[in-house]
């Protein structure tokens, strides 16, 4: 297949693209066809690596209002509601509703999902159905899952043993959530569990760290360490981090040497970070955002997750990784004309840094051909105008394809 006349990542002139068993085998300002070779002529758009959604609850997602709505709109409301609803789970229940999910999510250009499931479960229904549809969708989207203790490591019962069975079951990522932990002390012990038992059976981390308006939650300063020491390094990554929004900025300051020298890799929920952010304030009221321009101007990695699509924590959501990006921007001050046109790094390559799929994500040669194209000539226009994802390409065949929308408009200038 030779995809003609596309602008790579906001690149100043067109390419052509061919694709040749499921792998990008040429990439030039110009490409013959070969003899009865398919030919996709995009006549001037814009294509990128495949969005990523490094950050997802699968296991919640279209449970909104069931068994009732989040009315505070705090997370700890948002805890208690899912845990009713787990109550009634079951494994057909999950997979029909993970896979509409997903369905929305390729339409919008993902290829790639970090799920996290939750772990708090004597009976791990989530985690058993959802390793089901990891496996039924693999040749359509990458999905990677987290053994996450949406309840504690230590505060729920059997928890330590829970996390094992999770990561022997098949896990790809052991998770935690420290501030959520009956004490500090208890924090600290189960980063100390989770990062080791990552490092003996060989998984990612990723910790829901700190995702709490209290400028004394600095479970991350432990989590970085443990990466620094364990040399997990990039392997690790700190979810929400929204504390990190509430710190001073001298101590802040000194958190970002450890941050740099452990590598480890940041994933901020701007949608759900404003909707569960600052609801214990009145007025000034917090943003609930970690602070992604700091991050990202010190060349930490810093990516965006959805978080949720219709759950206890978040009323909306529809699969759409530009609408994360958006409020992303707007939340982080990052709009300039250059933070605009290259946020698109915030919801593809950077996400990939987090997932550690770099080595066979990316459009270049020899790598396998994933990628979209967009409705527009650059990314600064694609993000302002919603555009539609004209072709999801996935191992070099079409996933998805979009006819544009077409508008009768009388309106006279
Ligand atoms: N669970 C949690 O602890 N935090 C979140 N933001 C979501 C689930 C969505
Ligand atoms: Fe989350």
């Known amino acids: 297949m030779l995809i003609k006349n596309v602008y790579i990542k906001n690149a100043k002139q067109t390419s052509d693209v061919r694709i040749e068993n499921g792998k990008f085998s040429e990439i030039a300002p110009e490409i013959d066809p070969y003899a009865e070779e398919k030919i996709i002529d995009l006549r001037g758009k814009l294509m990128l690596p495949p969005f990523v959604d490094p950050h997802v609850h699968l296991d919640a997602t279209m449970t909104a209002g069931d068994p009732e709505w989040n009315q505070s709109g705090t997370l700890f409301d948002g805890i208690r509601i899912w845990s009713e609803r787990k109550k009634t ?40 159905a959802l390793i089901e549809v990891r496996d039924e969708v693999k040749d359509q989207v990458e999905l990677q899952l987290v053994a996450f203790p949406q309840e504690g490591i230590l505060s ?57 308006d209290d400028p004394e939650s600095r479970s991350l300063e432990t989590l970085a360490t443990l990466a620094y020491e364990s040399k997990l390094g990039d392997k690790v990554t700190a979810s929400h981090t929204t504390a990190m929004g509430s710190y001073n900025d001298a101590y802040t300051y000194k958190l970002f040497r450890l941050l740099k020298l452990s590598h480890i890799n940041f994933i901020a929920n701007p949608l759900v970070n404003t909707n569960l952010g600052g609801r214990f304030d009145t007025y000034p009221k917090r943003r609930g955002m970690t602070r992604v321009k700091e991050l990202n101007d010190a060349g930490i990695n810093v990516a965006f997750g959805e978080d949720d699509i219709k759950d206890p924590w978040y009323p909306m959501g529809n699969g759409n990784m530009l609408d994360a990006l958006s409020m992303g921007l707007h939340v ?13 790094k915030f919801i593809s390559e950077n996400s ?62």
Do not use: W
């Open 89 to 128: 789970l079951t494994f057909e229940d999950v997979k029909k509703r993970a896979k509409k999910a997903l369905k929305l999510q390729v339409e919008n250009g993902i290829q790639f999902v970090r799920s996290h499931v939750d772990v708090t479960d004597p009976n791990l229904t989530a985690l058993r």
């Open 156 to 212: 729920f019962p059997n928890g330590k043993e829970l996390m094992t069975k999770a990561a022997d079951m098949g896990a790809d990522v052991i998770g935690g959530i420290p501030h959520f932990e009956f004490t500090q002390e208890y924090g600290v012990e189960s980063l100390k569990f989770l990062v080791d038992l990552a490092d003996k059976k060989g998984k990612l981390v990723d910790v829901h760290c700190d995702e709490i």
């Open 332 to 344: 982080g001050h990052m709009m300039g004309y250059d933070d605009i046109m290259n946020s698109y």
């Open 352 to 413: 990939a840094k987090c997932m550690h799929i770099s080595d066979h994500y990316g459009i270049e040669i020899g790598k396998p051909a994933d990628c979209i194209i967009m409705n527009s000539q650059n990314f600064y226009d694609a993000l302002n105008e919603r555009a539609e994802i004209l072709y999801s390409i996935h191992n070099g065949k079409v996933l998805v394809k979009t006819e544009p929308k077409r508008i009768t408009n009388n309106f006279q200038e």
